[in-house]
Nanobody, 124 residues
Framework: EVQLVESGGGSVQAGGSLRLSCAAS????????VAWFRQGPGKEREGVAA????????YYAESVKGRFTISQDNAKNTVYLQMNSLKPEDTAMYYC?????????????????WGQGTQVTVSS
């Protein structure tokens, strides 16, 4: 059975940092496209960042570019999302996703494997 498990969420003040982890079992994350999505209260799920081509390529939403970094550790079969300079509007449940079909890497409908999410709360 394929499972994705996110961790690393928490509560921080604006300007702080968090590192999210997405670990997989039954699936090799690091040779496939993996993305982070988030869904804030009353908002639609939005793509945040993706990593693909064996980790050689990354793509970011404009709202997080320059603040968030997606990376992977092949030995640990884990994908990370380093989040710096956090803002209250970054508050959301964060999900990692895999099993992408073709198409835009930040389109949630293109993924069929999801984790349970980890909550990030940023206070002002």
């Amino acid at each position: 059975e394929v499972q994705l498990v996110e961790s690393g969420g928490g509560s921080v003040q604006a300007g702080g940092s968090l590192r999210l982890s997405c670990a997989a079992s039954g699936y090799t994350l690091t040779v496939n496209t993996v993305a982070w999505f988030r869904q804030g209260p009353g908002k639609e799920r939005e793509g945040v960042a993706a990593i693909y081509n064996g980790g050689a390529s990354t793509y970011y939403a404009e709202s997080v570019k320059g603040r968030f970094t997606i990376s992977q550790d092949n030995a640990k079969n884990t994908v990370y999302l380093q989040m710096n300079s956090l803002k209250p509007e970054d508050t959301a449940m964060y999900y990692c996703a895999a099993g992408m079909r073709t198409g835009y890497v930040l389109r949630s409908q293109n993924y069929n494997i999801w984790g349970q999410g980890t909550q990030v709360t940023v206070s002002s």
